[in-house]
Each structure stands twice: as structure tokens, then as C-alpha cells.
């Protein structure tokens, strides 16, 4: 009796296991799409969160607008200038009437952490509250645009 080799006939396949995954093809169209579709959207995202602050700073004004006037009736005029928004939280030395404080905490900062800035009288009325914006300069569009109470 021949001993009979132990080798694999050239047809010979072995059976495939079933391996099911992506190929770096379809990673690379998958990735993309991702970074198209973020070219597109992520601007939109981030007008819409310059926005916000807006909205959040004209809020702001509208309460500190609000507080004034409390602080009118009991005192029979708005701060001055000088003694500025934290007149609404401390009383000013020689200030007969001052029944605060007129905010809980502190005087807020803006959106883009600015102090408002307070003038009495205006320039465009009566009192001005504004803030200028995220540049922290006069003018400008979108967030660096000026925010006040005249708006």
C-alpha cells in the first residue's frame, strides 16, 4: 500500500465565510457627503447662534430698561452717566428715594461678556443701552453690529 500524499488538488476552493463590511471606496464617498452636507449647513448653524446673542442682548436691554424705570419713580430721575448701571444694584451716595436693588445679582454683561454701556441723557433718546456688538466696536453687521435700546 502507497502512502497517499496529503495535498490539495489546484480546483480545490475553500468555502468563502460570510465577512461583510465597507470598502475603503464607500468610506471615502460616505465622508464625503458628511463634509459637503457641513459646508452647507454649518453656516446656517452658526447664523442662527450670532442671532441668538442678539436676541439675548435686546432681552437684556429690555430688563435693564425696565429696572430704570423703577429705579425713576422711587428716585424722580434716571442715573446719571457717571453713575452709570450699577446704580441699579448700589445705591449712589446722595440719592434720596433709592428703594433697591432694582436687579437680582449683578448688573448682566452682554452676550460676547461686555459690560453695557449706559448713557443718560441719549444720543437717540431719552437713555441709550447698547452694546457694540462682538467687536466691541461701533457699526458693523451681523454679530459685530451695534444692539441697543432704540432698536
Given at each position: ?13 475553500r468555502?468563502r ?13 460616505v ?10 449647513v ?47 444694584v ?26 453695557y ?8 433718546g ?26
Amino acid at each position: 500500500m502507497s502512502v497517499k500524499e496529503n495535498t490539495v488538488s489546484p480546483n480545490y476552493r475553500r468555502p468563502r465565510t460570510s465577512q461583510s463590511g465597507f470598502t475603503l471606496m464607500e468610506l471615502l464617498v460616505v465622508l464625503a457627503i458628511l463634509g459637503l452636507l457641513m459646508s452647507l449647513v454649518g453656516p446656517q448653524v452658526l447664523n442662527q447662534l450670532g442671532g441668538a446673542k442678539t436676541k439675548t442682548a435686546l432681552i437684556q436691554i429690555r430688563d435693564l430698561e425696565q429696572a430704570l424705570e423703577m429705579y425713576k419713580l422711587d428716585v424722580g430721575r434716571y442715573p446719571s452717566t457717571a453713575q452709570g448701571l450699577s446704580a441699579l444694584v448700589t445705591k449712589p451716595g446722595g440719592t434720596a428715594g433709592w428703594n433697591g436693588p432694582y436687579l437680582k445679582g449683578d448688573v448682566p454683561q452682554d452676550p460676547w461678556k461686555q459690560d453695557y454701556l449706559y448713557k443718560y441723557p441719549g444720543e437717540r433718546g431719552e437713555l441709550d443701552i447698547f452694546t457694540y456688538g462682538q467687536n466691541g466696536s461701533p457699526g458693523g453687521e451681523g454679530e459685530d453690529a451695534d444692539v441697543g435700546n432704540w432698536q
